[in-house]
């Protein structure tokens, strides 16, 4: 029930196009869905985040869908550019007060974009 | 941009050795995490630390496992008799507070145990 489901687990886009990575949770307490980019080498870092009281969130090129009823969210990268090929985690948490929120993820989709 | 910096970048030990990972959290950040990263899987958690004490843990942190927070910057993942399926990268990540406060990861120590 802890667990994040993501896909796909790899995905080509040409420069320009539009990426979307897609994640499924079954625990109805997750409050809290961060999306984090990962470069070879590199932690992730946090890229855009959303609680569930919203249905989207735009920064950028980058945008979250969330569809609470579905229990699942989405990511789309806008123009994607070749900058962007790095893998991306989607993550779920339960917001827990003075205390550490420990950061479910899923599996992680490597984005390629082709110049 | 304050940065979590984690020493060393690569630990090569022994099977059935301690090693000691190292960690500096972002300054003012009250937060900390360990977290790993099998090869080719995702990255699970491990434990999150508050208040000079383990706030929350995962099956895996079992009692070969622990974390310490030696003096005011520093913060360690200790695992005794390592094992071959502790091979992993390990990150640290620390947020400024609670409720959802972006956590922020440092570049991991690559662990592999021979």
């Known amino acids: 029930q802890q667990q994040v489901k993501q896909s796909p687990q790899s995905l080509i886009v040409q420069k320009g196009g539009i990426s979307i990575i897609n994640c499924a949770y079954e625990?109805?307490?997750?409050?809290?869905f961060p999306w984090y980019q990962q470069f070879p080498g590199k932690g992730p870092a946090l890229l855009i985040a959303?609680?569930?009281?919203?249905s989207e969130k735009k920064e950028g090129r980058f945008t979250i869908s969330f569809n609470k009823s579905a229990k699942q969210f989405s990511l789309h990268i806008m123009d994607s550019q070749p900058g962007d090929s790095a893998t991306y985690f989607c993550?779920?948490?339960?917001?827990?007060?003075?205390?550490?929120?420990?950061?479910?993820f899923g599996g992680g989709t490597r984005l390629m974009v082709k110049p | 941009e304050p940065e979590v910096t984690q020493t060393p970048s690569h630990q090569v030990t022994q099977m059935g050795q301690e090693v000691i990972l190292r960690c500096v959290p972002i300054?003012?950040?009250?937060?900390f995490y360990w977290y790993r990263q099998i090869l080719g899987q995702k990255v699970e958690f491990l434990v999150s630390?508050?208040?000079?004490?383990?706030?929350?843990k995962s099956e895996i942190f079992d009692d070969q496992f622990s974390v310490e927070r030696p003096d005011g910057s520093n913060f360690t993942l200790k695992i005794r008799s390592t094992k071959l399926e502790d091979s992993a990268m390990y990150f640290c990540?620390?947020?400024?507070?609670?409720?959802?406060?972006?956590?922020?990861f440092g570049d991991g120590t690559r662990l592999s145990i021979l």
């Open positions: 993550a779920a948490t339960v917001t827990a007060y003075n205390a550490g929120n420990m950061l479910t």
């Open positions: 625990n109805t307490a997750f409050d809290y």
């Open positions: 990540a620390s947020s400024p507070g609670p409720s959802n406060q972006p956590q922020h």
């Open positions: 630390f508050y208040n000079n004490e383990i706030s929350e």
């Open positions: 300054s003012n950040h009250l937060y």
């Open positions: 959303i609680r569930p009281d919203v």
